[in-house]
C-alpha cells in the first residue's frame, strides 16, 4: 500500500487471474492505477468502478489486476459472538484486538449483517494522472456511497503490524462490503450496524 500513496506505484503487479487457487478465495485491494476496488468473496470476484454520471459498475470478472491486493483462501471459520457493543468499524477493531493472540498474527475476518449506514468508496484517479505521492493525491476523483438499511457481506483483514502495507497508517483493519443485491461494493469508511454475524478464519 506504502508503494502506491507514497512511491506512486500505480501499475498492477498482480493479476488476479494468475492466483490459481480460487476456491474459497478472499480478498481485496483496487485495481491499478487507481481506477476502482476490486472484493473477493469465497471465490467470487467483484470489481467496481464510477461511472461518468458518478454512479457505480459492479462485474464480476478476475481479468483484473492491482496493485496492492491482500488475499487468503479461508476453508474453515469460526463463529464468534460479538457483543452488543459492537455497532461500528471502531467498536469492531476494539473487539477483534481484543481476542486472543490478535496481535500475533493477521486474520481474516468476514461479516454477515443488516447495516443501519455505510459510507463506502470507490477510487477513481483522473486517467491522466499516473502517479501519486500522498494519501491525498491517491484519492482524487473517489466517489463515496451512502448505502442505508441494506443486507451485506463485508470481508476484512485484520493485523496489528501491517500498517501502511495493507491497512491504513491509523488502523488495524482493512475492510470491504458487498450488498447482498450484488449492486453496490467499496472500501468501508464507515459503517453502523443494526445486527451483525461475525466469522474468523481458523
Known sequence: MKNVMKKGELFGTIHLD????KKHLY???????????????????????VNADSTMAVTQTFDVKAPFFVYANVENWTSIEVPKTVIDLESLETFLTS????DE????????AEVEETDIHVVNLPKHIKTVSSHDEAHQGQVNYILKDR????????????HAVFTHH?????????????KDMG???????KNLKLWISK
Not at 18 to 21: A, F, G, L, V
Not at 105 to 112: A, L, Q, S, T, W
Not at 170 to 182: A, K, R
Not at 187 to 193: A, I, L, N, R
Open 151 to 162: 443486507k451485506a457481506n463485508l470481508i476484512g483483514f485484520y493485523s496489528a503490524h501491517h
Open 18 to 21: 494468475t492466483i490459481s487457487n
Open 105 to 112: 498474527k493477521p486474520f481474516v475476518f468476514k461479516i454477515e
Open 99 to 102: 481476542l486472543p493472540n490478535s
Open 27 to 49: 480478498g481485496l485491494g483496487p485495481i491499478e492505477y487507481l481506477s476502482g476496488e476490486i472484493t473477493v468473496f469465497d471465490g467470487k470476484s467483484y470489481v467496481s468502478r
Open 170 to 182: 491509523d488502523t488495524n483493519l482493512h475492510v470491504h462490503l458487498v450488498s447482498q443485491d450484488e
Open 187 to 193: 472500501h468501508v469508511e464507515s459503517v453502523t450496524f
